[in-house]
């Protein structure tokens, strides 16, 4: 897949309605002044790294692996929640942190 693939869908796959349920009312926002007017509302934003969990641990600290990016809205014509933005991510992998002790002096006493 191409590193700097990205896709925007502006009407829905079902029905072909351009309105938009969470992008509307973002609009209303930027109507009042309350947002700002590159500012957009979306139903969800999904982002995420694509590997097998299994060989997670083998992976070497720094490498590069795909990613990717999904938002979606609802159709205001027939109920669809669809897609509208898709995006292929670039990330790299990090050294996990051992799990931190607790000290009891962190506890509240009550």
């Keep these: 897949m191409d590193k ?6 502006s009407i829905c796959p079902v029905c ?7 992008e509307e009312l973002g609009q209303e926002l930027k109507d009042r002044g309350l947002a ?3 500012w ?3 139903f969800d934003s999904r ?12 992976m070497p600290v720094g490498i590069s692996l795909p990613g990717f990016s999904i938002v979606t809205d609802i159709c205001m ?8 933005e898709l ?3 670039e990330g790299k992998t990090s050294a996990m942190r051992p ?5 009891p002096s962190q506890f509240s006493k009550s």
């Design 36 to 38: 700002r007017p590159e």
């Design 99 to 103: 799990p931190r002790d607790i000290a």
């Design 87 to 89: 995006s292929r991510l």
């Design 77 to 84: 014509d027939c109920g669809t929640v669809y897609a509208v």
């Design 16 to 22: 072909g309605g351009t309105h938009r349920f969470c």
């Design 40 to 42: 957009n509302m979306r």
């Design 47 to 58: 982002q995420g790294m694509v590997f097998d969990q299994h060989k997670a641990i083998l």
């Design 4 to 9: 700097n693939f990205r896709r925007t869908f």
